[in-house]
């Protein structure tokens, strides 16, 4: 596992219980999100690495070891940072994931809320650093 960070370490919590449960419920909504449109992949691992740095060692190192989400995580937890190719990954789900919402929404203002709150997360995802070339 080449150019990772020591795992943290916490002290022992009652809730590190708690931690663990949060930590495998948000991998298995990522990766749900990976064939299901509409449901996010980055945020659910990147919440997922969070609660297992608190709650389970081993999967905190096997995400940060992982081919795929490995290097994701690393450079959030660095600077912050999201690749420019996962943000053109977001912005073209969330385009058409907006289209659809306007081709079966119910009422119009659903679609337009919709993709209004996609706007917004996408202004947010392209004001982040990009991570600096590998």
């Known amino acids: 596992m080449p150019d990772t960070e020591p795992v ?3 002290p022992p919590s009652r809730l ?10 948000a991998l298995g909504l990522g990766i749900v999100g990976i064939v299901v ?3 996010p992949t980055v945020p659910f691992v990147l919440l997922s690495a969070y609660a297992a740095a608190r709650g389970s ?11 795929q989400f490995g290097p994701m995580i690393r ?3 660095r600077s912050g940072a999201v690749s420019r190719r996962a943000k053109w990954f977001a ?4 385009a058409a994931c907006a289209g659809l919402m306007f081709l079966t929404a119910p009422r119009p203002w659903m679609a337009i ?3 209004a709150i996609m706007a917004v997360v996408a202004t947010w995802l392209w004001a982040r650093p990009e991570p600096p070339s590998r």
């Open 8 to 10: 943290p370490t916490f």
């Open 37 to 39: 449109p509409g449901l």
């Open 91 to 94: 912005l073209v789900s969330m």
């Open 16 to 25: 590190r219980w708690a931690w663990w449960l949060v930590a495998y419920l």
């Open 75 to 77: 450079d959030w937890q």
């Open 113 to 115: 809320a919709g993709t």
């Open 57 to 67: 060692q081993r999967l905190h190192r096997w995400l940060l070891g992982h081919r």
